[in-house]
């Protein structure tokens, strides 16, 4: 009788243990945020790299990996991208279908979408870039919380001090949570395998 309730005892503490370990391995790496707001103002629609009309619904069954930077950024910007691309192509037999995306948001207003085309498919030719006029980038910087702040000017470029949080936009195109640095992109891969599966 002693015996029978050992081996209950221990049938349950091992499935307890599987079922922790399973709850762990399913948690996300990034800071989760739970966004009551559409990620883009609701009737605005936007020019990118890759849309004359980019909206909420271009966000919409979509995984976007959202980055705020420019075009002249010495380095912190390149660094991001160069990390980002290298995700993507790790990615690339999970995103046949093109339901993972990343999109470049310029706090510049100088930037054009000529040059941050340029710029991102340097890295790589599916991110998509967008610039915005200082309205639309003000709203969206407030409601983010994204912090830019230009801090010099050399030879008619401005150079800014800005968040380096990468956002995790879900398919319902809202922020579910935010990678801050270091960009990690094990972690990263990790969450998007999951989402694409």
């Known amino acids: 009788m002693k015996k029978s309730y050992l081996i209950y005892a221990l049938a ?5 243990l599987i079922y922790t370990n399973d709850n762990a391995q399913q948690k996300p790496n990034y800071t989760r945020i739970n ?3 559409l990620f ?4 605005e629609r936007y020019i990118t790299t890759t849309n004359d009309s980019f909206t909420n619904q271009s966000l919409k069954d979509h995984i976007t990996l959202v980055f705020f930077g420019y075009t002249n950024c010495p ?3 390149p660094d991001t991208l160069i990390k980002m691309s ?14 993972l995306q990343l999109l470049f948001i310029s706090i510049d207003p100088k930037d054009k979408t000529e040059v941050i085309k340029k710029y991102v498919e340097y890295f790589d030719k599916d991110f998509i870039g967008m610039s915005m006029d200082e309205n ?4 969206l910087i407030k409601k983010t919380g994204v912090y830019a702040k230009k801090v010099s000017s050399d030879a008619g470029m401005d150079f800014y001090d800005h968040t380096g949080a990468i956002f995790y936009v879900g398919q319902n195109a809202k922020v579910l949570g935010i990678y801050t640095p270091p960009i990690v992109n094990d ?5 998007i395998v999951r989402a694409l599966k």
């Open 12 to 16: 349950i503490i091992i499935l307890s």
């Open 136 to 139: 639309n980038l003000e709203q």
């Open 75 to 77: 380095d912190f910007c």
């Open 187 to 191: 972690l990263i891969n990790k969450d």
């Open 35 to 37: 966004a009551d707001s």
């Open 86 to 99: 290298t995700l993507f192509k790790s990615l690339n037999k999970y995103n046949e279908n093109k339901k």
């Open 40 to 43: 883009l103002e609701n009737d």
